[in-house]
């Protein structure tokens, strides 16, 4: 059983940045990949970052160069640097991650854009 709880959403200007970070109940040594997922009304959710504990990462192609996924293992944590943000970029943010067989998901905090 993991609790993932992610912090750090809000509201921005466009070209501004924010700094999201899923916390984790246990260990998450175990749990390749981590990842961040958004979700916009009426739109299919996006997988945004992916990272490993090898620290191999994956990216969407809309946020390459302006997001940047980091994990730490011993804090337990994984975060999403977002800059350059976009009206685009609006959605619930979610952590997720699977162990074993079983996925696990935050409850997701909210980023709005403001043109």
């Known amino acids: 059983q993991v609790q993932l709880v992610e912090s750090g959403g809000g509201s921005v200007q466009a070209g501004g940045s924010l700094r999201l970070t899923c916390t984790a109940s246990?260990?998450?040594?175990?749990?390749?990949?981590m990842a961040w997922i958004r979700q916009s009304p009426g739109e299919q959710r996006e997988v945004v970052a992916t990272?490993?504990?090898?620290?191999?990462?994956t990216y969407l192609d809309s946020v390459k160069g302006r997001f940047t996924i980091y994990r730490d293992d011993a804090e337990r944590t994984i975060s999403l640097q977002m800059d350059d943000l976009t009206p685009a970029d609006t959605a619930i943010y979610l952590c997720?991650?699977?162990?074993?067989?079983?996925?696990?998901w935050g409850q997701g905090t909210q980023v709005t854009v403001s043109s």
């Open positions: 990272i490993t504990s090898g620290g191999t990462t």
């Open positions: 997720t991650g699977a162990l074993g067989s079983r996925r696990y």
């Open positions: 246990r260990s998450i040594t175990a749990i390749n990949p």
